[in-house]
């Protein structure tokens, strides 16, 4: 079993609707979680973190189950520039990091 | 203020050549990590170093890879023999001396080896 699992997608959506993907993760000790955006071709970059409560930035909200073992990311008000992939991420120790195989999303005009 | 720098960015080698691999931390991290990227797949830990040091490489291959990080200089990705299922993009990330601990790796361009 993969250590992280994502929905590849994609999710083609229209702009200003709203979009949501889960990921699960199969170590119930991992220890904090993730979610990074990877344009085409390009490196890696942390989006936001995920808090055990449940977290907002902007139009993005992240959301934690540690009892089902998965994450959510939520975007409101989609934008053309949210076209990217979303990597689900979860630290395993205090310095690895796994790393999911990306949900694709596209956002149309 | 000089992000993480990759190079080459491409690369190509027949196999059976070597690929060695540069990366050069951000200013004042001291701690490289070497991510493994397939075609739709996700990335795969390598190998975890410090200055002159290999804090984990559970993720290498058994053989042909090898990785430093030497006091001076770049963080080297070694591939000896190459096949063409090494044919991937490899990342590197750097973080500053507190480790990974907030998720933040700050990662390079990476480079894309293709292997003929």
């Known amino acids: 079993r993969k250590e992280v699992e994502q929905d590849p997608g994609p999710f083609n959506v229209p702009e200003g609707a709203t979009v949501a993907f889960n990921c699960t993760y199969s170590n119930s000790a991992s220890q904090s979680f993730f979610w990074y955006r990877q344009d085409c071709r390009k490196e890696p970059k942390l989006l936001m973190s995920?808090?055990?409560s449940g977290n907002e930035d902007g139009r993005f909200t992240a959301q934690l189950n540690r009892a089902s073992q998965y994450i959510s990311l939520l975007i409101r008000d989609s934008k053309l520039s949210d076209s990217a992939t979303y990597l689900c991420?979860?630290?395993?120790?205090?310095?690895?990091?796994?790393f999911g195989a990306g949900t694709t999303v596209t956002v149309r005009a | 203020n000089a992000g993480v720098m990759q190079n080459p960015r491409h690369l190509v080698r027949r196999r059976g050549q070597e690929a060695r691999l540069r990366c050069s931390p951000m200013?004042?991290?001291?701690?490289v990590y070497w991510y493994r990227q397939l075609p739709e797949e996700g990335l795969k830990f390598m190998v975890y170093?410090?200055?002159?040091?290999?804090?984990?490489e559970s993720g290498m291959p058994k053989e042909r890879f090898s990785a430093e990080f030497p006091k001076e200089g770049p963080s080297i990705l070694r591939i000896q023999q190459v096949v063409r299922g090494d044919s991937a993009a490899y990342f590197c990330?750097?973080?500053?001396?507190?480790?990974?601990?907030?998720?933040?790796?700050?990662f390079g361009e990476g480079s894309r080896l293709t292997v003929l």
């Open positions: 995920v808090y055990s």
């Open positions: 200013k004042g991290h001291s701690h």
């Open positions: 991420v979860v630290n395993m120790n205090d310095y690895k990091l796994s």
């Open positions: 990330a750097s973080s500053p001396p507190e480790g990974s601990n907030t998720g933040e790796l700050f």
């Open positions: 170093l410090q200055k002159e040091n290999i804090i984990d």
